[in-house]
């Protein structure tokens, strides 16, 4: 079984539609990512969190809300999906007591608004 | 602001035909920089970090290597399994403990 999973792996919506993407994790990590990848720009931090308490913007936050129901879970809602919001998504983790950002990643959603 | 471009987008290699991948970056002070793979349809897996110029990492036909304005992958003699792209990223000692990633290197390595 996966350390990071995301469900679901694809999703297609429509324009002005609420979707939530789930992460789950099974490493014991405190700390949990949303980043999204969109071809030519790399890797953009969406929101990330370090505890359970602790939810943070990232460079690119509008459009998106976070939840994190426990330590092994963290959803990216968005709340009306716009076209330019078609990307894949990434969850990822880290371990806070280690002394670098090692991230461990899911497999991706891949999602696409209409 | 924190900025890594990564060189070349792509790359093609005949099956043994060594070669590197540039990273370039500014930072405000570099806490690590980081090397990661990405094969299609999959996560972004980790490589190696690298903390000060000089530092070498290796493993299997990887090596990086660090500077203090870029960071190089060499690839020696490459097998099609390395083909993926690479993902080069910096952590900054300042800020809020963000990395920032280079667009990558999409690697293919031809039989």
């Known amino acids: 079984d996966a350390d990071v999973t995301q469900t679901p792996r694809n999703r297609i919506t429509k324009t002005g539609k609420r979707i939530m993407l789930e992460c789950s994790q099974t490493?014991?990590?405190?700390?949990m990512y949303w980043y999204r990848q969109d071809p030519g720009l790399g890797l953009r931090l969406i929101y990330y969190s370090f505890d359970v308490k602790d939810i943070n913007k990232g460079e690119i936050s509008d459009g998106y809300s976070v939840s994190r129901q426990a330590q092994a879970k963290f959803s990216l809602s968005l709340e009306s999906a716009i076209p330019n919001q078609t990307a894949l998504y990434f969850c990822?983790?880290?371990?806070?007591?280690?002394?670098?950002?090692?991230?461990?990643f899911g497999s991706g959603t891949q999602l696409s608004v209409l | 602001e924190d900025q890594v471009t990564q060189s070349p987008e792509a790359l093609r290699l005949q099956e043994g035909e060594s070669s590197s991948l540039n990273c370039s970056y500014t930072v405000s002070g570099l806490r690590g920089l980081f090397w990661y793979r990405q094969d299609p349809g999959k996560g972004p897996e980790f490589l190696f970090t690298l903390y000060s110029a000089g530092e070498e990492k290796e493993k299997e036909r990887l090596k990086a290597t660090l500077t203090k304005k870029e960071s190089f992958l060499h690839i020696t003699a490459p097998k099609p399994e390395d083909s993926a792209t690479y993902l080069c990223?910096?952590?900054?000692?300042?800020?809020?403990?963000?990395?920032?990633f280079g667009t990558g290197t999409r690697l293919t390595i031809i039989p």
């Open positions: 990223a910096v952590l900054s000692n300042f800020g809020n403990e963000k990395l920032t």
């Open positions: 990822a983790t880290s371990d806070s007591h280690g002394a670098n950002e090692k991230l461990f």
């Open positions: 490493k014991g990590h405190d700390r």
